[in-house]
């Protein structure tokens, strides 16, 4: 597959997970804050905010490398590992919940925000890792200014139709068929093999541009012999 189609493929199934552990996560958290409207507030919030960061940052970054289908493949690992620990970190939490009740339990409120700002710090990290996405890929496929609104416009929307399909399967096929680990386990599966073909395309560039270099360097050089 061209590497024009291939790259767009990849986003489009990375913006499949990602809405995929949004639904999952909302339902983990819904135990967690007794009301689903809370969890599905909470991780909406966590996504939006993790959104923007990871697109300042990350877009400021991209632009000062320049192998952006490299730093791409890390960041779909890093998803990708971290939602396979977020049940363990989850579980993990259960001790802290316990100890902010304990300091808490008379102002009900407090308890709610304080579970929200430790929850929210906790999915800032991937949610992070998926803003990020979109600047880098835009940094590597954008090659000419004069396309560069089709390009970013293509990327945002095979990125947008996947979230629609992963919020989709999530909800009506994969949860009921697989059940919540298994659905983790599957995007978390999907995230890995996106990483690994990233990081494979970014070897194959990496090397084209330094024969291409190579070459024009003993151009030069036959050239002032």
Known sequence: MPLRLLIPALFFLSGTCSLIYQVVWARMLIPIFGV????ISTVLTAFMAGLALGSFYFGRLADRHNNGLR???????????FAVLFPLILAGLDEVYTAIYRLLGDAPTAFLLARFLLTFIVLLVPTTLMGATLPVLCKFSVREISVACWAVGRLY??????AAVGAFAAAFLFIEAFGVSGTIWAAAAL????????WTLSKRKAEEEAEAMRKAE??????GQ
């Open 36 to 39: 689903s409207v809370f969890a």
């Open 71 to 81: 730093i791409y493949a890390i960041l779909e690992l890093g998803i990708g590992v």
């Open 157 to 162: 929307a095979v990125n947008t139709f996947g």
């Open 191 to 198: 995230n890995l093999v996106i990483a690994a073909i990233a």
């Open 218 to 223: 003993e151009e030069e050089t036959d050239a």
